[in-house]
C-alpha cells in the first residue's frame, strides 16, 4: 500500500493534518463496512456496485493517507507509510464520522443477530456521498495542491456514489406501501 506524495504547502498545520486524516478514516471505514455487502448483495449487480464503491472510497482513503504521512513529515520529520495510519493505530486513534462505521441495520435491531438491512446502507451511503460530493467539490480549490488534486479525483467518482443511492432510495420509495 506504500507510495510517495508531496504537498505545495510551506507549512502545514497539525490541524490541516487531523482534517485529512479525518476524511481519510472516514473513507476506510466505509469502504471497509460496504464491502460486508461483497457476496450479500440483494442482486449479483448490487454485490458488485458496492464492492465497486468499496474500492473507491478504500483508494480515497489510500491517497488521503499517503499525504498525511507527507504532511506529518513536514511538521514533525517523522517518516510515516498510509499502512500505518490504516493498520497501526488503536482504534480509538480513528477520527472517522460515526454515521460510516454503523452496522447495516435499522435502530429497531434488538439483537446482533439482526439482519441486515439493505435500505439502511443505502441511505447511509446516499448521506454520505451527497456530502462529500459538495466537500470534494470545494476542495478542489484547496491551498494544498495535493488535496485539491485527490478532491478533484474523488469528486468524479463520488458523483456515481450520489446516483447510484439516489436511484435505489426512489425504488425503495416507490415500492411498497410500507416503504
Known amino acids: 500500500m506504500t507510495t510517495t506524495s508531496t504537498t505545495s504547502l510551506t507549512s502545514p498545520s497539525p490541524e490541516h493534518l487531523q482534517y485529512v486524516l479525518r476524511l481519510a478514516d472516514t473513507a476506510l471505514i466505509l469502504g471497509q463496512r460496504n464491502s460486508e455487502w461483497c457476496g450479500h448483495g440483494p442482486i449479483l449487480e448490487e454485490d458488485i456496485a458496492l464492492s465497486n464503491m468499496s474500492l473507491d472510497l478504500i483508494g480515497q482513503a489510500r491517497l488521503l493517507y ?17 499502512d500505518d495510519y490504516a493498520y497501526f493505530r488503536a482504534e480509538r ?14 435502530p429497531l435491531a434488538a439483537t446482533a443477530q ?24 470545494a476542495l478542489t480549490g484547496s491551498a494544498d495542491a495535493q488535496l485539491a488534486a485527490i478532491a478533484a479525483k474523488s ?25
Request: hydrophobic share 35%.
Open 66 to 82: 499517503t499525504h498525511a504521512a507527507a504532511l506529518e513529515g513536514q511538521l514533525t520529520g517523522r517518516q510515516r507509510s498510509e
Open 93 to 106: 486513534e480513528f477520527a472517522n464520522y460515526t454515521l460510516a462505521e454503523l452496522p447495516h441495520y435499522g
Open 155 to 179: 469528486a468524479k467518482e463520488t458523483q456515481y456514489h450520489v446516483h447510484h443511492a439516489g436511484e435505489w432510495l426512489i425504488r425503495f420509495g416507490d415500492g411498497t406501501d410500507e416503504s
Open 114 to 137: 439482526a439482519q441486515k438491512d439493505y435500505a439502511v446502507t443505502i441511505v447511509r451511503n446516499f448521506l454520505y456521498s451527497t456530502l462529500m460530493l459538495h466537500l470534494w467539490s
